[in-house]
């Protein structure tokens, strides 16, 4: 039993390892070669590349936590460690995914943090093991739903979300700032230094480890 939650967290580590070493192959392909060469891309084609990259790894995370989720519900264990003690016996998986869904929504959302922790608490004794991971990763899951919303909406909201985002970050909004650019700056007190790409893809890693642990 333990192989299937084992292969939901091998299936996010490996989309989240693709994502970063897409948006590093994006600047390693905008950089001017020796000789004045011409870069292969534009840097306007660069950071749609590290958008889609981070896009990517969202899109992965969305789906590690309802996967795994599902499966606990269902009495799965992880790779170390013991099942969570459920409220709830589903009698097979997908059952267990029906009865996540709330009652008159069409689906249940497993990107906004807070809605997972109560779910989890309904489902799980002290919601574990999400309410915990998801509680202590709260703001940096907003931040990335917030940059998402920026990749994925093109509205006036989204993007007023997303430059409070960046001014509350670097201290400055700069001209034509866009989504790609803030996602390959370097984050501010990392050492050594990385982006804020690397810097939310890391800890998201971490946090899956923590919900599933091998």
Do not use: C
């Not at 599902?70 to 029906?98: D, K, M």
């Not at 906004?112 to 109560?118: K, L, N, T, Y």
């Not at 990749?151 to 790609?180: I, M, Q």
């Amino acid at each position: 039993m333990a192989r299937q939650l084992q292969s939901v967290l091998k299936d996010l580590l490996r989309s989240l390892h693709d994502s970063k070493r897409l948006a590093a192959d994006a600047y390693i392909w905008s950089t001017p070669g020796g000789h004045g060469a011409r870069p292969h891309i534009s840097a306007k084609r660069r950071d749609y590349i590290t958008e889609m990259a981070f896009l990517s790894a969202f899109q992965a995370w969305e789906v590690f936590v309802e996967e795994s989720f599902v499966l606990y519900l269902w009495g799965r264990r992880p790779p170390r460690g013991s099942a969570p003690s459920r409220y709830a016996f589903p009698p097979n998986y997908v059952t267990a995914t029906i009865w996540v869904v709330p009652e008159g929504r069409p689906f249940a959302e497993w990107t906004d943090a807070s809605r997972v922790i109560g779910r989890a608490e309904r489902f799980f004794r002290a919601g574990r093991p999400f309410a915990a991971v998801l509680r202590s990763n709260q703001h940096l899951l907003e931040e990335m739903r917030t940059i998402r919303n920026a990749v994925a909406h093109k509205s006036e909201s989204a993007r007023a979300r997303f430059d409070t985002l960046v001014r509350t970050k670097l201290g400055t909004l700069p001209p034509n700032y866009t989504v790609g650019a803030f996602l390959g700056a370097t984050a501010p007190g990392t050492a050594p230094p990385i982006s804020f790409l690397e810097s939310y893809v890391g800890r998201i890693d971490l946090a899956a480890r923590l919900i599933v642990p091998s």
